[in-house]
């Protein structure tokens, strides 16, 4: 999980304001995730995406957006219509395949975003 | 939606003792069931993780075993050792090719000296 980063690690944002994170992975990983963790509270997913140019909703996808130029790189943008975006962003990368080990979803290291 | 409950939410034992966690899903097409260990702001690390067509699984002092009849699996870790604290998640996959996994609330675990 060492070659999944996320960047800011801390971000403030404006109430009115969008904000991308960024995640990246050099990995080769074709499957990407973004999920959203409340204090005390498991992941909920956010979007994912198996392939470039292709993703999927997740649980809570209200509010955010997603793009996959490039199979390395999965931004998220948190839009002002997310009502309490404040919150721990996880992203995690699953190679895909049909080999016993693709199962695995690795994490990045997070953003911690708050609204001012 | 499909979900997965986990419980105890909080659990905190002696030094040396053992502790369970447990998990039940709802998705009877799950296959894949992980568990993950996040400390205090860092990410989730994998620790164990079973598949359906084994019912245990063992890797030093953590062991997780899989109910799939009940739909309910669980963590086991003995001799446990302060730095064993920290929040532990079970997942369960879902959907084709596992492209989809639902976690568990979490449990904070505190191992005391």
């Known amino acids: 999980d060492g070659g999944i980063t996320q960047s800011p690690k801390y971000l403030f944002r404006k109430e009115g304001q969008n904000v991308t994170l960024s995640c990246e992975q050099n990995?080769?990983?074709?499957?990407m995730y973004w999920y959203r963790q409340d204090p005390g509270q498991g992941l909920r997913l956010i979007y994912y995406s198996q392939i470039v140019n292709d993703f999927q909703k997740g649980d809570i996808a209200e509010g955010y957006s997603v793009s996959r130029e490039k199979k390395e790189s999965f931004p998220l943008t948190v839009t002002s219509a997310q009502k309490n975006p404040t919150a721990f962003y996880l992203c995690?990368?699953?190679?895909?395949?049909?080999?016993?080990?693709?199962?695995?979803?690795?994490f990045g290291p997070g953003t911690r975003l708050t609204v001012l | 939606g499909e979900n997965v409950e986990q419980h105890p939410s909080t659990l905190s034992v002696q030094e040396g003792d053992s502790a369970v966690i447990k998990c039940t899903y709802s998705d009877s097409a799950s296959n894949y069931f992980p568990w993950y260990k996040q400390e205090l702001g860092k990410r989730p690390q994998l620790i164990i993780d079973?598949?359906?067509?084994?019912g245990e699984k063992k890797d030093q002092r953590i062991a997780v075993t899989l109910n799939k009849t009940a739909k309910h699996f669980s963590l086991h870790i003995t001799e446990t050792q302060p730095e064993d604290s920290a929040v532990y998640f079970c997942a369960a996959s879902i959907g084709d090719n596992n492209n989809d996994m639902r976690f568990g609330a979490g449990t904070r675990l505190t191992v005391k000296p």
């Open positions: 995690a990368s699953r190679e895909t395949g049909h080999r016993i080990s693709t199962d695995t979803q690795y």
């Open positions: 990995l080769n990983h074709d499957a």
């Open positions: 079973i598949r359906s067509n084994v």
